[in-house]
């Protein structure tokens, strides 16, 4: 048993979680700025296309977390927690911040998404042994009957580092125009800079810390693991542990994460069409006021067992998230106001010609305007509209009859007051499952595990649940939606899909015991 005072707990949970914090905030900044970094890093010409290629680049750096958590994992059990996760940060810090230097597709071509690629793929190593080291480092100075809610501080950092990464945008975007913002060297890069900064503080913390006391003891002792691989996954009872991790619990718990906080931003982003700003912030309010909910089950577990928890935080996330979306695809259709059989009802007379396009066609002269209105309405939303006004020119002589030659489509709409807040109770319900799913799997992982092999044991299933189930609900989602167009919502069949079989093998063949003599 661990006999720590309460100051030194807090320092070593403060200590462990910035770090953390700071890689999630690095990790997550690509996925926030995917938009933009599309068109930065690939060609003009096919929008979708450009947005499905960064998401795979997105979705790269979580498939090669399992990896990192392999290769980090061993080292950890080898050699210490402290400086195998200290190893990580700097690794991951210094890939983002390179990000944030490589040139743009227009300047050197197709070495810019391939270096975005090699970087985003060190990321991905990096973060799949930064988890593992916190989670572990916390467990092991953790007293008995709260390992839940001390390790909970560590899961807390994911989707804190995910509202950092979001403030850190906004803040950068508000200050600037979209042009500035999105040029080849513009404000988007900032973020990427700026966390070399934050990554400088927290090795200096990490640097001032100890040693887990019990991998300490360990070692004195000369019992810690000549290889962590080989008893871990050759190992038949622990290698069954690892399996029972990964499908009773990780993989689901890593599509609800991804599905109520990344796939919810890009769903109110893409296909609600809802501003910026309010996009932003409705995230940032559902997060702000869903975080302490992770301590809560962290608490809760170690009262009541982590198993059914998390698997509740499934199930409601299986039952709930189509109406969820639904809601928010229904009730953002704003532009209904002034749609009729899919035409504007009424001739904006604010409306800009953004760009003219002339081609020839058939002998002919073809303007193509690129028309933008924006219409303010009397409940308090409003609407842009952008469509192609398009003119014949037959021998020099103006058709003034123009046609209307694509369907308006409604972007950047603004929400009524009470639409806003409706969006920000949905979406904060979507990450308390998130936090019913991620408080309490820290010390549910940690307990399965003995403590010479628990670093690569735990790492290895956390990492595939959360890096190539959860990371690729993204990609997958914009994949089906493109693949189905008829269906907006047909990109959740895919999380909610993996959790049902989570949650079927979590009822079968999870304990819900917790291990008091895991840290002895």
Partial sequence: MNNISSRGIRTVIAASSVGTLIEWYDFYIFGMLAKTISTQFF???????????TLAIFAAGFIVRPFGALVFGRLGDLIGRKYTFLVTLVLMGGST????????????????????????????????????????????????????????WIQTTATLGLFVALGVIMLVKMNMTDSSFNAEWGGWRYPFWISILLVGVSIFIRMRMSESPLFSKLKAEGKTSKNPLKESFRNKANFKMVLLALFGAAMGQGVI??????????????????????????????????????????????KVGRKWIMLIGMLLGIVTYRPIFNFFLTESK????????????????????KKTDTLEKNGNLVFINHIETKEQFADGSAVTFQYRDTIVSNQGVLDLKTTVSSVPVAVNKHLTS??????????????????????????????????????????????IGNGVFGG??????????????????????????VASLCFVIGVVYLSNKIDENVTD
């Fill in 418 to 463: 009470a639409t806003y807040w409706k969006f920000v109770a949905l979406v904060f319900a979507l990450i308390l499952y998130v936090t019913m799913v991620y408080g309490p799997i820290a010390a549910f992982l940690v307990e399965l595990f003995p403590t010479k092999i628990r670093y690569t044991s735990m790492s290895l299933p956390y990492h």
């Fill in 97 to 152: 911040f390179l990000i944030g230097l490589v040139p743009g597709y227009k300047s050197i071509g197709m070495a810019a998404p391939l270096l975005v690629l090699l970087l985003r793929l060190l990321q991905g190593l990096a973060l799949g042994g930064e988890y593992g080291g916190a989670a572990t480092y916390v467990a092991e100075y953790a007293p008995k009957g709260k390992r839940g809610y001390y390790t909970a």
């Fill in 472 to 497: 690729l609900v993204p990609f997958i989602g914009l994949l089906l939606t493109t693949s189905f167009p008829a269906d907006a919502l047909v990109g959740l069949w895919y999380p909610i899909g």
């Fill in 43 to 53: 060609p003009e010409g096919n929008a979708t296309a450009a947005l499905l290629s």
């Fill in 334 to 353: 704003v532009e209904n106001q002034l749609l009729k059989d899919g035409k504007l009802a009424l001739q904006p007379e604010n409306a800009q010609i």
């Fill in 257 to 302: 994460w991804y599905t109520g906080q990344f796939y919810a931003q890009s769903f109110l982003e893409t296909k609600c069409g809802i501003e910026f700003e309010q996009s932003r912030t409705i995230m940032l309010w559902g997060i702000a006021f869903a975080t302490p909910f992770f301590l809560f089950f962290g608490w809760l577990s170690d």
